[in-house]
C-alpha cells in the first residue's frame, strides 16, 4: 500500500475541494446529533441530504462542520457561547455561524463533562476563537467567554490547530512553530514549564512541528522528520517513553521516524505509522487502546498487524479509525452508543461500522463521532 501522508488538518477532512455527506452518532440531549429530535442514536444517521460538507470536529456536547462554500455550522448545546451564535441557546440542527464564508477548519476540545473552547482557521490564515476561555483557554489574553467569534491578534500565517484539548490549545503556523497558551499543568504547552498563559506563546524554538495532539494529561506532537514527542502527566504511561515518570519538558517516544498521525484524548494516545500501522498506549479502561484487553501501555504497543489504517481519531475512551478501503471502525466504551455499533457493549478491539467503504473523514466527540461519507 502507499506511505501514509504525515500530518493533519486540525478539523477532520479539510476545506474546500469534494463536498461529502454528513453524519453523526452517540448521546444526545443538548442536540448534538443534528436531526432536530433530541434522540441519542447507537448508529450512525445522516443529517440532511446534501453532499455539501468538507470538514467536521466533535466538541463536547456540540457539533461543528464547514461547507464547500466555506460557511461555518454548528449545533448543540451552546450554555458558555460554544456553538458561536452569539448566545447561548442550545440548537438540535446544523445552524450557521455568522454570514461569512471563508472558513477553512474548526476544532473544539472534546473532554467529557466539561465545556471547552473552540478555535477555528480562516482561508486568510486567520485564527478566531469563542466559547469556553476557562484559564485562558481561548487565547484572548483574558478569561472572559466569547459567544461569537472573535480574531486572536492579527497575524495570517496560522496554519492547523492541534487536536483535542483540555483547558488549552496549540496551533502550528506555516513556518512550522508551534505556539500554545491556557493551563499549563503537567507541562502541555510544551514551554518546558508549567506556566498558565493567556495569549498564544511560542513553544520552544524549533521550526518543523507538523501536527499536533493535547490530551487531558499529556500532548504529542510530530515532527517533520517523523519522530514523535510527548509531555505532561505520566500516571498511566500515557506520554509512551516506557514509564510512569511525568515530564515538564518534550521528550522523545522511542527512535521511530516514521510517525504520521497522531490522537489523543483521557489518559490514552493512537498514532498511525507511514506503512498504515495503528499504534496505541496508555490508559485502557473499557478495552480502549484495542489490545484485546484492558490492560495499559506505557508505549506504544501495535493494534493486529494490519497496514491499511488511514486516520484516527481519540474519544474519552473510545476510537475511531479509517481504512485505506474507505471502511469505519471502532472501539471501546460504549455505554452512550458513542462507537456507532448500534449497541452499548464495549468493546476491546476494532469492529467495523456498519458494511460501508466511502467513509472519508471522522471525528470523536465526547460521547459520540461525526464523520463525512463520500456521496
Do not use: C
Not at 466533535?58 to 460557511?71: L, N, P, Y
Not at 499549563?184 to 513553544?203: E, H, I, K, L, Y
Amino acid at each position: 500500500m502507499p506511505n501514509i501522508k504525515r500530518g493533519m488538518m486540525g478539523a477532520a477532512g479539510a476545506a474546500g475541494g469534494n463536498a461529502y455527506t454528513l453524519w453523526t452518532w452517540g448521546r444526545d440531549g443538548d442536540g448534538p446529533i443534528g436531526d432536530g429530535e433530541e434522540i441519542s442514536r447507537s448508529s450512525p444517521v445522516q443529517i440532511g441530504e446534501e453532499n455539501v460538507w468538507s470538514s467536521v470536529s466533535g466538541g463536547t456536547s456540540t457539533r461543528f462542520a464547514v461547507q464547500e462554500d466555506g460557511t461555518a455550522w454548528s449545533w448543540g448545546n451552546g450554555a458558555l457561547g460554544q456553538t458561536g451564535h452569539n448566545d447561548v441557546v442550545d440548537r438540535s440542527s446544523p445552524t450557521q455561524i455568522g454570514a461569512l464564508s471563508n472558513w477553512s477548519s474548526i476544532v473544539a476540545g472534546n473532554q467529557a463533562s466539561t465545556t471547552l473552547p473552540v478555535h477555528a482557521i480562516k482561508t486568510d490564515g486567520t485564527l478566531w476563537a469563542w466559547g469556553d476561555n476557562d484559564n485562558g483557554a481561548l487565547g484572548t489574553g483574558d478569561q472572559v467567554n466569547v459567544s461569537s467569534p472573535v480574531q486572536i491578534g492579527s497575524l495570517t500565517t496560522w496554519a492547523s490547530i492541534g487536536t483535542g484539548g483540555h483547558d488549552n490549545k496549540s496551533v502550528i503556523k506555516t513556518d512550522g512553530t508551534m505556539w500554545s497558551w491556557g493551563g499549563g499543568g503537567n507541562g502541555r504547552q510544551f514551554n518546558n514549564d508549567t506556566t498558565g498563559r493567556s495569549s498564544p506563546v511560542q513553544a520552544g524554538s524549533r521550526t518543523d512541528f507538523e501536527s499536533f495532539t493535547t490530551g487531558k494529561y499529556t500532548a504529542h506532537a510530530i515532527a517533520t522528520d517523523g519522530t514523535l514527542w510527548g509531555v505532561g502527566n505520566n500516571y498511566f504511561g500515557t506520554i509512551g517513553i516506557s514509564n510512569t515518570t511525568n515530564q515538564t519538558s518534550p521528550v522523545q517516544i522511542g527512535s521511530l521516524t516514521t510517525w504520521a498521525k497522531i490522537s489523543s484524548n483521557d489518559g490514552q494516545v493512537a498514532g498511525i505509522a507511514d506503512n498504515g500501522t495503528l499504534w496505541t498506549w496508555g490508559k485502557a479502561n473499557n478495552g480502549v487502546l484495542g489490545h484485546g484487553d484492558t490492560v495499559k501501555a506505557s508505549s506504544p504497543v501495535q493494534v493486529g498487524s494490519l497496514t491499511t489504517w488511514s486516520k484516527i481519531s481519540v474519544g474519552n475512551s473510545f476510537m475511531f479509525a479509517i481504512k485505506t478501503d474507505g471502511t469505519l471502525w471502532a472501539w471501546g466504551a460504549a455505554s452512550d452508543g458513542q462507537t456507532g455499533l448500534g449497541d452499548e457493549i464495549n468493546r476491546s478491539s476494532p469492529v467495523q461500522v456498519g458494511s460501508a467503504t466511502d467513509w472519508y473523514a471522522v471525528s470523536a466527540a465526547a460521547r459520540g463521532g461525526i464523520a463525512l461519507r463520500t456521496p
